[in-house]
């Protein structure tokens, strides 16, 4: 009997559904980086909160390569009926789609819906923990009187990282020199190491050495974190300097409506939790919920932000 009960109350919590609405499947969840980092972390937390509220856990597939765009076809080439989704960070909506000479699979713009905005990645500067720079206006001093002699470090030509530098170099009126590493993570050590002298990521991406190989000087995204308080922003020291990034979810255009709708009452739902939210907190992450209209509203306006910074630095992929 007490089996039957909960068989019961499993049915019930998929709500009036007719036959064959969504889901009547695990969905899949595809994300484009590799597991364990920010991205990774971010698609198994997602899973794990929206559950209870489909009624079925997700599946989180790994598709790594061309900067997220092979599971992004993936997703775009699948049936458009909600149990093939995938995460849509910045990068992926905003930078490469501008980037000259970048070769795409597919045009997000044409090929994804985006069905909603999740999580806000806190953006930091840090410098090696023995740097001789302990702030910000230290570091745009120092780039002043040196032209050309300040290195930041990013995750690839064409990266939010990389185009971070390049704002800072803009707005600053700096001759800064870009390293750029394939991947956060080395350009992480080598700032650790004193090889390069800074870079502006995500904080999940450098928490766990900050007060150890690195020094947090400023977030960059005029949000910061509440595990760091106190901690300036670059703004502080450089008016009118923000940069963002988020990690949303997108499907195959064609999705209809009332199937987008049920994602977002499900993420809305399952991110309510306290439990959830510490652990988004833990990993330098911050909730954001946008539905799908408000997330096509943040993607026009980081674009615009990004396809200038683009251009006024002359980036391209070669």
Not at 64 to 71: E, P, Q
Not at 255 to 269: D, F, G, H, K
Not at 284 to 298: N, Y
């Amino acid at each position: 009997m007490k089996r039957l009960l909960v068989a019961a109350l499993a049915l019930l919590s998929l709500g009036s559904l007719p036959a064959g609405a969504f889901p009547d499947r695990p969905p899949r969840i595809l994300g484009g980086f590799a597991a364990g980092g920010t991205s990774d972390i971010v698609n198994r937390l997602l899973a794990e909160a929206v559950a209870p509220h489909l009624g079925l856990r997700p599946v989180v597939e790994v598709r790594t390569g061309a900067n997220g765009f092979i599971a992004a076809e993936a997703a775009a080439r699948s049936a458009p009926d909600g149990h093939t989704v995938v995460q849509c960070a910045t990068g992926l909506l905003t930078v490469t789609p501008n980037l000259p000479g970048a070769q795409l699979p597919i045009d997000p713009a044409r090929d994804l819906v985006p069905i909603a905005n999740i999580v806000h990645s806190t953006q930091a500067m840090v410098v090696a923990a023995r740097s001789p720079y302990r702030s910000v206006a230290e570091v745009l001093a120092a780039a002043r009187a040196r032209p050309g002699t300040i290195t930041y470090a990013s995750a690839g030509i064409g990266s939010v990282s990389h185009l971070s530098g390049a704002r800072l170099a803009q707005l600053g009126g700096l001759d800064l020199v870009h390293v750029p590493y394939r991947g956060a993570a080395p350009g992480v050590l080598d700032v650790a190491a004193g090889r390069t002298d800074l870079i502006i990521t995500n904080l999940g991406d450098v928490a766990g050495q900050i007060g150890e190989g690195l020094r947090l000087l400023a977030f960059a995204d005029g949000i910061g974190s509440p595990r760091y308080a106190g901690t300036g922003q670059v703004s502080d020291a450089l008016p009118g300097y923000a940069v963002s990034g988020w990690f949303g979810l997108c499907g195959p255009r064609g999705m209809p409506e009332p199937v987008i709708t049920r994602w977002v009452e499900a993420i809305r739902a399952g991110f309510a939790d306290a439990a959830i939210r510490q652990r988004l907190q833990e990993n330098g992450l911050t909730l954001r919920l946008e539905d799908s209209a408000g997330f096509a509203r943040t993607i026009e306006q980081d674009s615009r932000l990004w396809r200038e910074v683009i251009r006024a630095a002359s980036i391209r992929v070669e």
